[in-house]
T-cell receptor, first 111, second 112 residues
Framework: AQRVTQPEKLLSVFKGAPVELKCNYS??????LFWYVQYSRQRLQLLLR??SRESIKGFTADLNKGETSFHLKKPFAQEEDSAMYYC?????????????FGQGTILTVHP | DAGVTQSPTHLIKTRGQQVTLRCSPK?????VSWYQQALGQGPQFIFQ???????QRGNFPDRFSGHQFPNYSSELNVNALLLGDSALYLC???????????FGPGTRLLVL
């Protein structure tokens, strides 16, 4: 079975500082990885997916199959980045469409 | 397009009762997934519907059942409610050909 671990429940940084939200997964196959974000009083929304290899709102994430990680990074954090971030995995194949989420990390960016 | 909509927004039930939650997918989407999110946890997959059939199921008991209608909207039914069923229930829609899911605002269920 697949599992997603986000080791930090809370992460605080100052505006302009780099930020890295950690995500580790366990799955023996080739997963598809996602980062979802939930801003205050808004619904959960897709931030980025590894297969598209794009940068959204300055965030990037690289899939490291050797370390089974998919950490989310941004070189200069902004106050509007404060939100709950979830890493999610789809195993594909017979589990296509089933997302397995981590417990989430609350990011707070201080002015 | 209002995106994914869910009703009701909040619900209070007592143990043993039954509840039905509703979801309308984003325009053009044909697949609906349901998730349970307990307080302080990430969403947990319940099941997914496509072409009015359950396509995938997570590790939830048979008390949790669903339905998808010809217009792609969906219902989640929970029978014999337990205190532990108190959670935020999220609906997500997608195209069957895509892994990208769009979430609704959720229905918060409280079981007393």
């Amino acid at each position: 079975a697949q599992r997603v671990t986000q080791p930090e429940k809370l992460l605080s940084v100052f505006k302009g500082a780099p930020v890295e939200l950690k995500c580790n997964y366990s799955y023996s196959g080739s997963p598809e990885l996602f980062w979802y974000v939930q801003y205050s009083r808004q619904r959960l929304q897709l931030l980025l997916r590894h297969i598209s290899r794009e940068s959204i709102k300055g965030f990037t994430a690289d899939l490291n199959k050797g370390e089974t990680s998919f950490h989310l990074k941004k070189p200069f954090a902004q106050e509007e980045d404060s939100a709950m971030y979830y890493c999610a995995l789809s195993a594909g194949g017979t589990s296509y469409g089933k997302l397995t989420f981590g417990q989430g990390t609350i990011l707070t960016v201080h002015p | 397009d209002a995106g994914v909509t869910q009703s009701p927004t909040h619900l209070i039930k007592t143990r043993g009762q039954q509840v039905t939650l509703r979801c309308s997918p984003k325009s053009g989407h044909d697949t609906v997934s349901w998730y349970q999110q307990a307080l302080g946890q990430g969403p947990q997959f319940i099941f997914q519907y496509y072409e009015e059939e359950e396509r995938q199921r997570g590790n939830f008991p048979d008390r949790f059942s669903g339905h998808q209608f010809p217009n792609y909207s969906s219902e989640l039914n929970v029978n014999a409610l337990l205190l532990g069923d108190s959670a935020l229930y999220l609906c997500a829609s997608s195209l069957v050909s895509s892994e990208t899911q769009y979430f609704g605002p959720g229905t918060r269920l409280l079981v007393l």
